[in-house]
């Protein structure tokens, strides 16, 4: 009737069945696309990642046409960029504005926007419009509390004594040192 310990140890033990993937199919892709998109914001490029993993799953445990499979995501995209499903534009102001408030650099924005697949053209213009709303100083100052260097750390001694690496770690946030340099050397308030 109960189990003992040793049987539960053993069930515990026992390596988990890798879940079969679904047969690729229209219908599935779509699928697929809808529920990423309500967890996630996202570009054309990283949907189409996500779903081209999946397809590759697929293909490989049940065989098929890829390129009939592409065929369907490219259909796929078209309606959901008609439908404003997608939209890199919306994607990329959204994530400059969030970041850029955040305290990111110009340079780390716009590296985080062409990871995620954002053209070039688009994220310069985006770039730009967060740092008009926000200045780097002022990104800068943000980085610089939320991490408690120069002057919000909490001892004025070790202040001087951590000077250098609280200009390392502005310019690893991708701050230009002139930037760095005047908000590590400036007044708390």
């Given at each position: 009737?109960?189990?003992?310990?040793?049987?539960?140890?053993?069930?515990?033990?026992?390596?988990?069945?890798?879940?079969?993937?679904?047969?690729?199919?229209?219908?599935?892709?779509?699928?697929?696309?809808?529920?990423?998109?309500?967890?996630?914001?996202?570009?054309?490029?990283?949907?189409?990642?996500?779903?081209?993993?999946?397809?590759?799953?697929?293909?490989?445990?049940?065989?098929?046409?890829?390129?009939?499979?592409?065929?369907?995501?490219?259909?796929?995209?078209?309606?959901?960029?008609?439908?404003?499903?997608?939209?890199?534009?919306?994607?990329?102001?959204?994530?400059?504005?969030?970041?850029?408030?955040?305290?990111?650099?110009?340079?780390?924005?716009?590296?985080?926007?062409?990871?995620?697949?954002?053209?070039?053209?688009?994220?310069?213009?985006?770039?730009?419009?967060?740092?008009?709303?926000?200045?780097?100083?002022?990104?800068a100052?943000?980085?610089?509390?939320?991490?408690?260097?120069?002057?919000?750390?909490?001892?004025?001694?070790?202040?001087?004594?951590?000077?250098?690496?609280d200009?390392?770690?502005?310019?690893?946030?991708?701050?230009?040192f002139?930037?760095?340099?005047?908000?590590?050397?400036?007044?708390?308030?």
């Open positions: 009737m109960d189990e003992s310990r040793d049987d539960q140890d053993r069930k515990a033990a026992r390596p988990l069945k890798q879940k079969r993937p679904r047969k690729v199919s229209p219908t599935y892709l779509e699928n697929a696309a809808l529920h990423y998109l309500k967890r996630y914001a996202a570009t054309q490029s990283q949907l189409q990642r996500v779903l081209m993993r999946r397809v590759d799953k697929s293909l490989k445990f049940h065989g098929g046409d890829r390129a009939e499979a592409l065929g369907w995501m490219d259909a796929l995209m078209a309606k959901l960029v008609r439908n404003g499903l997608l939209n890199d534009e919306a994607y990329a102001r959204m994530k400059a504005t969030s970041l850029r408030a955040s305290g990111r650099s110009t340079r780390m924005i716009a590296q985080k926007l062409r990871m995620k697949g954002v053209s070039s053209e688009l994220v310069a213009r985006k770039v730009a419009d967060a740092t008009s709303e926000v200045s780097d100083e002022d990104a100052r943000i980085w610089a509390r939320k991490k408690r260097l120069g002057p919000f750390r909490k001892n004025a001694q070790t202040r001087e004594e951590n000077r250098q690496k200009l390392a770690s502005l310019a690893r946030a991708g701050f230009p002139g930037i760095a340099k005047k908000v590590i050397d400036s007044d708390p308030a």
